[in-house]
């Protein structure tokens, strides 16, 4: 399993977030990635994305991983 755990901070907003990914095999031969966010210590938000390989998620979970850090997230994997 692929994971990655990012976080972002910003006390003077109280703002607390976590995003994290997974990219899992399906039962279907099919590769997901699996998306959750949402405020640290709260149940997030869960949004799935199916692919036809396994580079294809990987490459989706790289790509929104580069976004989310660009915004001031932080890499806690």
Known sequence: MNQIYLEFHQDS???HRFYQ?????T???DWSLVREWGRIGS???VRKEWFA????ANLA???IARQKIKKGYLDRS
């Open 21 to 25: 990914m997974f990219v899992l095999p």
């Open 61 to 63: 979970r790289q790509t």
């Open 43 to 45: 149940p997030g938000t």
């Open 53 to 56: 390989t396994e580079n294809e």
């Open 27 to 29: 039962l279907f031969d």
């Open 13 to 15: 907003e109280n703002k």
